[in-house]
């Protein structure tokens, strides 16, 4: 008789599996690893190819400039006046010389570029780098 409420109590006891809970939560880490790097960078840009390698490790200003002719500064949309007085502000806030990036599409125009170079060189900016795709 004790034997049989015994194998009643184990049968009855509810179980709670957590094996597909914790697969379902891995594949969705995995997911989000893969998926993070590409969410990073909002702005469709494709840059012209190249072989230098951009030094800077912190990129503390990016210029980016779409098929479209918008100006992005990191990530942000701006306005070719406000661009360059949010560059001013930067380097007046910045004890050191900060590189800007510049990011143009290959569709843009090379006039468009130089114009957008020369405009953060005469707001103080020393360090201008362009950004390309490896080749």
């Known amino acids: 008789m004790r034997i049989r409420r015994n194998r009643l109590k184990k049968m009855m006891a509810p179980e709670i599996v957590l094996t597909p809970l914790i697969d379902t939560f891995c594949v969705l880490l995995v997911i989000f690893i893969v998926a993070a790097p590409m969410v990073q960078n909002g702005i469709r840009v494709d840059l012209p190819f190249g072989k230098s390698k951009e030094v800077g490790a912190s990129q503390e200003l990016v210029v980016t400039i779409n098929k479209e002719n918008k100006l992005?500064?990191?990530?942000?949309?701006v306005t070719h006046d406000a661009?360059?007085?949010q560059?001013?502000?930067?380097?007046?806030?910045h004890k050191e010389d900060i590189p800007v990036y510049v990011r143009a599409d290959e569709k843009v125009s090379y006039g468009k570029v130089i114009e957008?170079?020369?405009?953060?060189?005469q707001a103080g900016v020393r360090f201008v780098a362009m950004s390309t795709r490896p080749a």
């Open 72 to 77: 992005f500064l990191n990530t942000y949309p």
């Open 116 to 121: 957008i170079v020369d405009e953060l060189k």
């Open 83 to 85: 661009l360059i007085a």
């Open 87 to 93: 560059v001013r502000r930067s380097l007046a806030q």
